[in-house]
């Protein structure tokens, strides 16, 4: 199982991903979800929602937190 600081630097990159724009962010965290969906001991479900989360973040565009 990934540790939780694995787990909860993901949460936290897409959480700041969400609030600023940050792409930077959301590769990061897209990089710490394909490391959790690499264990060995992850069920499937986390795998596939962890891969789709991934997926999304990875396409993911510039953009600010307070459009003008």
Same mark, same amino acid.
Request: aromatic share 2%; proline share 3%.
């Given at each position: 199982?990934?540790?939780r600081?694995?787990?909860?630097?993901a949460?936290?990159?897409?959480l700041?991903?969400?609030?600023?724009?940050?792409?930077h962010?959301?590769?990061?965290a897209?990089?710490l979800? !394909?490391?959790?969906? !690499?264990a060995?001991?992850i !069920? !499937?479900?986390?795998?596939?929602l962890?891969?789709?989360?991934?997926?999304r973040?990875?396409?993911?565009?510039?953009?600010?937190?307070?459009?003008a």
């Amino acid at each position: 199982m990934p540790s939780r600081e694995i787990w909860a630097g993901a949460l936290s990159l897409l959480l700041l991903h969400e609030e600023t724009g940050c792409i930077h962010s959301a590769h990061n965290a897209a990089r710490l979800l !394909d490391q959790i969906c !690499d264990a060995d001991d992850i !069920d !499937d479900d986390t795998r596939k929602l962890c891969e789709r989360a991934s997926a999304r973040l990875s396409c993911q565009e510039n953009r600010h937190a307070c459009p003008a």
